[in-house]
């Protein structure tokens, strides 16, 4: 254990997407309660940073963005943390790559932190000057690895709980959507997100739409469908073809506001990505659909979730387009059916 003092300049590094920042959350909240007096900074992406700069435990958030039109403001962001004389950095994130870890350590060696902590995954975190043995292929939960490291940090850990922010004017915004489409209070409304940033971690959009119809038949649900604006193409395909035709949220709403929409959801449907962690983090019942994907960045909260995931022997795998996609193949319209109903009806 190593004890960083408490008045620090503690600088959090999740270059990552919004259900990696999702399970960091227990880490961040402790950090802050067991060093009240310090100044904590995150560094993160542009998408996972609307949500985080949410956060009460949190002084300032810095954004790197991807692509040339980021180049100037990456820069200046860099710049900014150099000048903080950063008394500490916590790398929270997974090395999956040689050039990934590199590009990493060249940061570091730039802003000219004191001490850094972080993550020597399959030794590729070398360059920390103190590590978490780590491996990738490790079936604990993310939120429990980030968890480890910040205990190396000096850390007491209080609790494990996930959470997640949004605010009065996030309500505001969901709500007149809502009146505008329709939505009562008293409706029983199931969320289903077809989508996902890695398309192998897709389940047929056809699936989704056979679970839509057949949820709205048995409970006269309000169906909403939630995604980004590059997956509203998903969610007309499945609103074409059904015959009470669904609410499309996909791409109309911020982060915050769609953290707002699932909570008022009474049962969320989705595939293995980020918004899967924003409705385990607020405790809305959940269907997790997952492919490829791991334990390990599952939902953390079992409580109000039904993980639905097939064992096959080329699982767990890191592709982003897969050609077989047995493990999701595997699981079956009615299995997906009846997980919602034992949710619906508890």
Known sequence: MVMVGNKKRILLIELAGIGDVVLSSPAIRNLDSNFPESLI????LSGPAELMRKSPYLDKVFTLGKGFRSLFPNIRAIY?????????????????????????????????PS?????????????????????????????????ALI???????????????????????????FNVNSILDSDLLIGINPGAHRHSHRWGWDNFLKV???L?????????????????????????????????????????QLIALIK??????????????????????LVAIMGPGTMKTAPYQKENCIILR?????????????????CLNLITVDEVIEACGKLLER
């Not at 939630?226 to 982060?255: F, H, Q, Y």
């Open 115 to 147: 001490r850094t902590f972080g993550r020597n995954t399959d030794n590729k975190g070398f360059f920390y000057d103190v590590k978490l043995e780590d491996y990738r292929d490790s079936q604990l939960n993310e939120a429990e690895n980030k968890l």
């Open 310 to 326: 097939k064992e096959v022997e080329c699982a767990p795998c890191y592709k982003f387009r897969c050609n077989d996609m047995k």
């Open 41 to 44: 900074y995150l560094l993160t």
């Open 80 to 112: 900014e943390l150099r000048k903080l004389h950063i008394d500490v950095v916590i790398s929270l994130y997974q090395h999956f790559s040689l050039g990934g870890a590199i590009k990493i350590a060249l940061l570091l060696k730039f802003i000219k």
């Open 212 to 214: 839509a119809e057949a």
């Open 216 to 256: 709205t038949e048995r409970y006269r649900a309000k169906i909403i469908i939630t995604g980004t604006k590059d997956e509203r193409w998903l969610a007309e395909k499945i609103s074409l073809k059904m015959t009470d035709k669904p609410i499309i949220s996909s791409g109309k709403l911020t982060v915050t």
């Open 264 to 285: 008022r959801c009474n049962l969320y449907i989705t595939n293995d990505t980020g918004p899967m962690h924003i409705a385990n983090a607020l405790g809305t019942s």
């Open 151 to 177: 205990k190396l940090v000096g850390c007491n850990i209080k609790d494990k709980k996930l959470e997640i922010w949004f605010d009065d004017f996030d309500i505001k915004e969901v709500k007149e959507f």
